[in-house]
């Protein structure tokens, strides 16, 4: 019976460590059965619920054998279904489930437990998340780890909303540390600012499907690179196009050094823009000429934009480009002009900011909203982008 015992704990400790229990009932009862009190304080976080409970208090529970028996059915669900060979995917269309599709956005809502999420962009990265691994595809999510996350809310004694933040503690979620073949945390580097940036990064594993979250927060780095990966769009436009480049160019090294690779680039809103780029980097260093670069990096990606106001697009000035990214016109062979160029609708006006949106349907073969309503919204939008033709002709 002690040997089961372990076993059974061992089972739970691996389960909290899956997203899988966020949409499985089952799963969710039986953690919350475990101590509805620490359920309940602890924000229904199944992997410090484990941590809180006592060696004694977890046999204690799981010695009735009612409640064991419920245990060990949910753990036979989640085995069966990580296991599974007979996924939609499978059936229907077995060649998506071996071509992985590396979906890089700058937040995804999975629950309360991982707060990295601001509004309805990350709630929809994460519901394509939890689809995908319901459906057996391969998908492969990229995103940064806020240790601050987004900010919570709460009433005053004054009776005024307030706003603060919580540090995050990776033990206490339902994470896992990316490792090297010699157990040690998996090191990458990006150069931001001409400076070399290293992070390493964290796995959310929402069911069978991984998503990496990029943490910089580092002792080698300089605090203002340390705290890149400290909040949900926290700081200035200097921040956020370091946050970008982080997440894009840092994102695709990060799958590079994992062996992953990707058939398809999945950029959800312009953030992530900057990895077309570090593609493009990929082929000319092996020899590609800067249009042929251009024209593979486009055979790769795919672009969905969220945003239904042109203030809302993430806009950045010749300078600011200039301090962030000056390394990169080097590494495409091309001048710092021919680089700005691709972020502005007209190339040849110094005066328009650089436009990760811009980029980023310059950058994809293929471009949506996020609703029909939406969609025509954004080809008028974007209308500017493509002259010569008609509204229906923008292919968004």
């Known amino acids: 019976m002690e040997n089961q015992i372990e076993v059974t704990v061992a089972g739970l400790s691996r389960l909290a460590r899956n997203l899988w229990w966020t949409w499985n009932q089952d799963a969710q009862d039986v953690f919350e059965e475990l101590s509805p009190r620490a359920w309940r304080y602890l924000y229904h976080n199944a992997v410090a619920v484990l941590r809180e409970l006592s060696d004694e208090e977890l046999r204690a529970r799981l010695l009735d054998e009612e409640f064991n028996g419920r245990v060990q059915e949910v753990l036979r669900q989640f085995d069966a279904y990580l296991g599974a060979t007979d996924t939609w995917a499978a059936e229907h269309a077995p060649g998506l489930a071996k071509r992985q599709v590396a979906y890089f956005s700058a937040e995804f809502g999975f629950h309360e437990t991982l707060p990295i999420a601001a509004g309805g962009l990350g709630m929809l990265a994460g519901d394509h998340a939890k689809s995908a691994s319901d459906l057996g595809l391969g998908f492969v999510g990229v995103s940064l780890f806020y240790r601050e996350g987004y900010f919570q809310q709460a009433i005053n004694a004054e009776n005024w909303q307030t706003e603060y933040y919580s540090q995050l503690d990776p033990q206490n979620l339902p ?5 090297d073949d010699e157990g040690q945390p998996l090191i990458c580097t990006v150069e931001i600012a001409a400076e070399p940036v290293s992070f390493r990064a964290w796995v959310a594993n929402v069911g069978r499907c991984p998503v990496y979250l990029i943490d910089a927060n580092l002792p080698t780095n300089q605090p203002h690179f340390r705290d890149l990966t400290q909040r949900v769009y926290g700081g200035d436009n200097s921040t956020r196009i370091m946050q970008e480049i982080l997440l894009g160019i840092g994102g695709v090294r990060l799958l590079r050094r994992l062996g992953v690779e990707p058939s398809v680039f999945h950029m959800n809103e312009g953030h992530a823009a900057f990895l077309a780029l570090e593609l493009m980097r990929e082929q000319i260093s092996d020899g590609t000429d800067f249009d042929e670069a251009l024209a593979g990096a486009r055979r790769q990606c795919l672009f969905t934009t969220h945003t239904p106001v042109p203030a809302g697009h993430d806009r950045f000035g010749s300078e600011l480009m200039d ?13 710092t002009d021919e680089l700005l160029a691709l972020g502005r609708v007209n190339p040849s006006d110094d005066n328009e900011e650089f436009c990760m949106t811009v980029l980023a349907l310059k950058a994809a073969r293929a471009a949506n909203g996020v609703s029909e309503l939406h969609g025509q919204v954004s080809r008028e939008m974007w209308f500017c ?12």
Do not use: C, F, K, W
């Open 385 to 396: 982008l493509y002259p010569g033709g008609t509204l229906d002709d923008v292919p968004i």
């Open 323 to 335: 301090y962030a990214v000056r390394h990169l016109p080097g590494q495409l062979n091309i001048s």
């Open 175 to 179: 994470l896992e540390p990316v490792l």
